[in-house]
T-cell receptor, first 114, second 117 residues
């Protein structure tokens, strides 16, 4: 079974600093997708960024970027210039089967300090 | 982007009663919907995958008779928690995948918080 590891249960970061949230996964599949979602205290899941396993360039979406290292099976999320509104739970969720089912990591609770 | 709604957003019910949660795709047709539950400070746990017009596929350990899923149309899936007990209290989230879209296109509802007293 695939396993997703987010090694940081929680992080405190000063506002305006960059932050990297770690995610490693275990798969023998060659074709898969990697998603990051944000879940604020309201509970809704907010899609942040997607990386395809065959994409040659790291994905970027505004202040979010993915540091994708396929050989290491690592897909770390980088948030630049953090803001107070970035405080939330962050989940790494690869998609590895034909039904596009997401496999969820345990999440990282990020708190941005003013 | 596509919108998925859930109703109700919050419900309290008494032990032994049943509760129905609706998940609707508002501006697209969803051939596949996923139902998750989430306990406080934990990750999402997939309960079942629901394809329109066919029976839901339940994950191991999820009781089919307890959590009834009906995907009657391309825009509506329902989850009914039957004979609810306090241990069923949780946050339930649905997501919907659009027709013929790739892995990029999965949209989440805002969730339903169920409390069983």
């Amino acid at each position: 079974a695939q396993k997703i590891t987010q090694t940081q249960p929680g992080m405190f970061v000063q506002e305006k600093e960059a932050v990297t949230l770690d995610c490693t996964y275990d798969t023998s599949d060659q074709s898969y997708g990697l998603f990051w979602y944000k879940q604020p205290s309201s509970g809704e899941m907010i899609f942040l960024i997607y990386q395809g396993s065959y994409d040659e360039q790291n994905a970027t979406e505004g202040r979010y970027s993915l540091n994708f290292q396929k050989a290491r099976k690592s897909a770390n999320l980088v948030i630049s210039a953090s803001q107070l509104g970035d405080s939330a739970m962050y989940f790494c969720a690869p998609s590895m089967d034909s039904n596009y089912q997401l496999i969820w990591g345990a999440g990282t609770k990020l708190i941005i300090k003013p | 982007g596509a919108v998925v709604s859930q109703h109700p957003s919050w419900v309290i019910c008494k032990s032994g009663t049943s509760v129905k949660i609706e998940c609707r795709s508002l501006d697209f047709q969803a051939t596949t919907m996923f139902w998750y539950r989430q306990f406080p400070k934990q990750s999402l746990m997939l309960m079942a995958t629901s394809n329109e017009g066919s029976k839901a596929t339940y994950e191991q350990g999820v009781e089919k008779d307890k959590f009834l899923i009906n995907h009657a149309s391309l825009t509506l899936s329902t989850l009914t928690v039957t004979s609810a007990h306090p241990e069923d209290s949780s946050f339930y989230i649905c997501s919907a995948r659009a027709w013929r879209e790739g892995p990029y296109e999965q949209y989440f509802g805002p969730g339903t918080r169920l409390t069983v007293t």
